[in-house]
């Protein structure tokens, strides 16, 4: 929903960093090598 989506923004730009960038690459990979992101 978009409710949802708009705090995850926010999340992001409060708090970002190359570390934050590197977990969510990482984690994105993660869910596509199970499948997960169909």
Known sequence: NVENKLKHDFYYIENISMLLD??????TLIILGKGRGR
Do not use: N
């Open 22 to 27: 590197m977990k969510i690459m990482l984690m």
